[in-house]
C-alpha cells in the first residue's frame, strides 16, 4: 500500500493535475473568512465618492472588491447592519469608514430642497465673457469674468433629513465564481446597430454605453459587440438587478440632444458643450415654481428642472444669436408684460432624438449676454401624483445622462429582451448542484457495477470533480460568468470525459493477465479514439461562439476548456492512476 502510494504521489501526470487543482481551488476561494460587506458600487458626487471611494473596476473578481469591515469602530458583518447604521447618523458628521483596504474620512450631507419664492432680491453675480486680444500680432479670445448686478427671485432652502452616504453593498461573496444573468437575474437586451460600424466606432460605441449606464447609476453591467454566423452586428447589454423599464430606453436609443434657437443650433449633449450637469439636490430635481398640476382628463404632471453650465464657445453662440432678437413688451392678447418678467421673441427648445422635449423662453436680460449657466426643464406624467413626480424625476435622470455623454454613434434597434429572475435561477442552480452530485453516484455506481473493481470507480469519480473544479477556477480566474449555457457545457465536458476514462478503463481491465505487460500499446489505442473525438468536439464548438449572436459563447468555450483539460490533464492523470492500480 505505501509502495502504491508513492507511486501516485510521485507520478508526473497526476503532480500536474494535483497543481492545477490546487490553482483553481485558490482562484475560486482565495480567502477562507471574507469580513464585512462588499462594496458593489459608489454614487458619483456623494459623500464615498468625494472621500476617494470608487467604484470596483469592471470584470473585477467578486473576492477581489473593496469590503467595509467597521463604521466608526463598529464591526458592520451583515447587510442590514450597515443600513441599521447608516440610517441613524445626522448631517454634518464626521464619520471614519474601514475596509480590507484603508480608512476613509466621509462627511455627512444634508438632504436639502430648495423652493423658488415670489420675492425678489438684488445680487451680484460672476458673468464669464469673451474678449479679443492682440498675442505676438496674434489676435485670441481671452476669457474673462466681471461682477454683473441682477434681480432674482429668493430661494428657500429646507432640509429634509440625510443624504445618503453613496455606498451601494452586498453580503461578501465567498466565491469567485461569477454567476452569469440566467442565476443572478437582471435584463438581458440584444440590439442591431442600424449602421454597419467599423472596429473604432464599435469600440466608441461600447465605452459610451457604458459610461451612460454607470452614470444612470447601474451597476454590474457588461457590455460586448458581437457577431452571428452571417456576420450580422449586435450589442449584448446584461445588467444585474435591473429591470426592463429602467434600461429599454436609455441604450437604444442614439441620445441626440440638441438645444436650438430657430434652426440655430445652440449646444448640444457631451463634453464638447456643456462641462457641467447639476445632479444634487441643491440645483435639480421637481420645479418648485411649476410643481405637479392634475390633467383635464385625468392623471398629474410634474415639471422637473437641473442647471447646466456651458463652455464660452456654446455661451457665445447663445449671446451672437439673442443679440438679434427682439424683447417683447406685449403678450399675444395685447397685455402689457411688466418690464422684469419680458422675453426674447423666440424661445430656445429643447430636443432629444430628433423629438421636443421642451420649450424655454429667454429672459429679456439674456440678449446678447455671453451666459454659462443655464437651466433646463421637462415635465412627466402619470395617474397619481407621486406616479407623476416618479416618472417627471426619472425623465430628469435619462436627459441628466444623455447631457453628460452625449450622443452614440448611431441609433440601436432592440432585437430582443430577457427579464431573468434570481429566484428562478437560484432554484435552478441549486437543482443543478444536487442531480449533477447525483449523477456522479449513478456513473460510479453503474461504472463499479460493470467491471466490478473500486480502483476503476474511484479514479473515475476523482477525475470528474476535478473537471469540474479546473473549469470552475478557470471561469473564476478569467472572470467567465457561469449561467446555463456554461453549466451545459460543463455537464457536456465532464460527460465526454466519462466516456473517454470508459474506453481507458476498458483498454487496460477488460484485458487478460498477459496483455497487461502491453499496457502502454493499450493506452495509445485508447489515447487515439480520444484525440479524434476531442478534435470532432473542438471543430464542432467554434461555431457555435458566434451562433446565436454570440448567446451561447458560454456553452461553446466551456465545452472546448472542458474537453482540453481533460485530453491533456485529467485523462493523463486517470490513465497513470489505472496504470499504478492495475499493475498491483
Known amino acids: 500500500m505505501n509502495a502504491t502510494l508513492k507511486k501516485l504521489l510521485t507520478n ?85 469608514v474601514q475596509t480590507n483596504k484603508q480608512t476613509y474620512s466621509l462627511y455627512t450631507k444634508a438632504l436639502t430642497e430648495t423652493h423658488i419664492l ?10 464669464t465673457y469673451t474678449e479679443n486680444k492682440t498675442i505676438n500680432g496674434t489676435i485670441v479670445e481671452v476669457n474673462k469674468t466681471r461682477i454683473k ?29 461569477i454567476k452569469g444573468l440566467d442565476i443572478a437575474g437582471g435584463t438581458r437586451v440584444l440590439l442591431r446597430p442600424e449602421e454597419e460600424l467599423d472596429a473604432d466606432t464599435t ?15 447601474l451597476s454590474d453591467i457588461l457590455v460586448k459587440p458581437t457577431k452571428d454566423l452571417s456576420g450580422n452586428q449586435f450589442i449584448i447589454v446584461e445588467i444585474a438587478g435591473a429591470n426592463e423599464d429602467e434600461v429599454k430606453n436609455l441604450i437604444s436609443k442614439q441620445g441626440k440632444f440638441e438645444g436650438k434657437i430657430g434652426e440655430e443650433v445652440i449646444f448640444t449633449g457631451g463634453d464638447r458643450d456643456i ?34 453650465t456651458l463652455r464660452p464657445e456654446a455661451a457665445q453662440r447663445m449671446a451672437d444669436i439673442t443679440d438679434k432678437l427682439e424683447v417683447l413688451t406685449t403678450s ?52 397619481t401624483e407621486h406616479e407623476a413626480a416618479q416618472d417627471s424625476l426619472s425623465n430628469m435622470k435619462t436627459l441628466q445622462t444623455v447631457l453628460i455623454t452625449g450622443s452614440l454613434p448611431t441609433t440601436m434597434q432592440i432585437e430582443k429582451i430577457d427579464n431573468l429572475s434570481p429566484v428562478l435561477g437560484e432554484e435552478f442552480l ?51 460568468n457561469i449561467d446555463l449555457a456554461a453549466i451545459a457545457g460543463i455537464i457536456i465536458a465532464v460527460g465526454t470525459g466519462v466516456d473517454h476514462q470508459i474506453i481507458i478503463a476498458d483498454e487496460i481491465v477488460t484485458k487478460t493477465k498477459e496483455y497487461y505487460a502491453n499496457w502502454k500499446s493499450r493506452i495509445k489505442k485508447a489515447f487515439f ?3 479524434a473525438a476531442y478534435l470532432t468536439t473542438f471543430v464542432a464548438m467554434l461555431p457555435l461562439i458566434s451562433a446565436g449572436a454570440g448567446l451561447l459563447r458560454g456553452f461553446a468555450i466551456t465545452t472546448i476548456l472542458g474537453v482540453t483539460y481533460g485530453v491533456f490533464v485529467t485523462r493523463p492523470a486517470f490513465a497513470a492512476m489505472m496504470e499504478i492500480f492495475s499493475k498491483e
Open 203 to 217: 469600440e466608441v460605441l461600447v465605452e459610451n454605453m457604458k459610461q451612460r449606464l454607470n452614470i444612470y447609476g
Open 332 to 383: 399675444e392678447d395685447g397685455t402689457p408684460i411688466p418690464k422684469d418678467e419680458r422675453y426674447l421673441s423666440e424661445p430656445i427648445s429643447l430636443y432629444l432624438d430628433g423629438k421636443e422635449v421642451d420649450t424655454l423662453n429667454i429672459g429679456a436680460s439674456l440678449k446678447g449676454t455671453v451666459t454659462t449657466d443655464i437651466q433646463i426643464s421637462g415635465s412627466g406624467v402619470g395617474n
Open 430 to 480: 441549486n437543482n443543478a448542484i444536487l442531480i449533477g452530485f447525483t449523477s456522479i453516484l449513478a456513473v460510479a455506481l453503474v461504472v463499479f457495477i460493470r467491471f466490478r473493481k473500486w480502483y476503476v470507480t474511484i479514479p473515475m469519480v476523482i477525475t470528474m470533480v476535478s473537471e469540474v473544479v479546473l473549469l470552475l477556477g478557470t471561469a473564476s480566474l478569467i472572470g467567465w
Open 529 to 531: 479514439i480520444i484525440i
Open 275 to 308: 462641462t457641467y450637469v447639476c445632479r444634487t439636490a441643491q440645483c435639480s430635481g421637481i420645479n418648485p415654481i411649476v410643481g405637479c398640476q392634475p390633467l383635464q382628463g385625468g392623471g398629474y404632471i410634474c415639471g422637473f428642472r437641473f442647471s447646466i
Open 118 to 127: 415670489p420675492e425678489t432680491e438684488t445680487v451680484m453675480v460672476n458673468e
Open 12 to 96: 508526473t501526470r497526476i503532480i500536474i493535475l494535483t497543481i492545477f487543482l490546487i490553482l483553481c481551488i485558490l482562484a475560486i476561494h482565495p480567502n477562507p473568512d471574507p469580513e464585512g460587506i462588499t462594496i458593489r458600487s459608489v454614487v458619483e458626487n456623494s459623500s464615498a465618492d468625494l472621500a476617494g471611494m470608487k467604484s470596483p473596476p469592471e470584470n473585477s473578481a467578486p473576492m477581489s472588491r473593496e469590503r467595509v469591515i467597521s463604521i466608526d469602530n463598529r464591526k458592520i458583518e451583515t447587510v442590514e447592519e450597515y443600513y441599521d447604521y447608516v440610517e441613524a447618523l445626522s448631517p454634518g458628521r464626521n464619520i471614519r
Open 149 to 177: 448686478i441682477v434681480t432674482e427671485n429668493k430661494t428657500e432652502t429646507i432640509e429634509l433629513g440625510l443624504e445618503d452616504i453613496g455606498l451601494k453593498v452586498y453580503e461578501a461573496p465567498t466565491t469567485n465564481i
